[in-house]
């Protein structure tokens, strides 16, 4: 089963913003820590940024902080990611990720257990 799908990806010039949600079960969402993850062509996949339960908890990768915001709407149960000021380096397939506790480092892929199919930001300079 499917329990995480994201959406939001597509094409923007460098400079300009996408927001990213991620849907998740409701019983996942509130309790489960979230993270979104990259994956840039011949990259192997790395951690982005991070939310526990709650909200009041973030980790961010340094290479995007100060310019992405992760956040969750609880009233859809949606993990967001706005990504502002996009570069060229951002483009990538982003994935998001879950798990109830994960085993390493937040940023760490093998730390989580469920995950989305993923969708595609292109920024073209």
């Known amino acids: 089963a499917q329990f995480l799908a994201e959406s939001g990806g597509g094409s923007v010039q460098a400079g300009g913003s996408l927001r990213l949600s991620c849907a998740a079960p409701?019983?996942?969402?509130?309790?489960?820590?979230m993270a979104w993850f990259r994956q840039r062509p011949g990259k192997e996949r790395e951690g982005v940024a991070a939310?526990?339960?709650?909200?009041?908890?973030?980790f961010y990768a340094d290479s995007v902080k100060g310019r992405f915001t992760i956040s969750q709407d609880n009233t859809e149960n949606t993990l967001l990611l706005l990504m502002t000021s996009l570069q060229a380096e951002d483009t990538a397939m982003y994935y998001c990720?879950?798990?109830?506790?994960?085993?390493?480092?937040?940023?760490?892929?093998?730390?989580?257990?469920?995950w989305g199919r993923g969708t595609q930001v292109t920024v073209s300079s």
């Open positions: 990720a879950a798990d109830l506790r994960p085993g390493g480092r937040w940023d760490d892929s093998h730390s989580f257990a469920f």
């Open positions: 409701e019983s996942m969402f509130s309790r489960y820590v």
């Open positions: 939310i526990y339960p709650g909200g009041s908890v973030t």
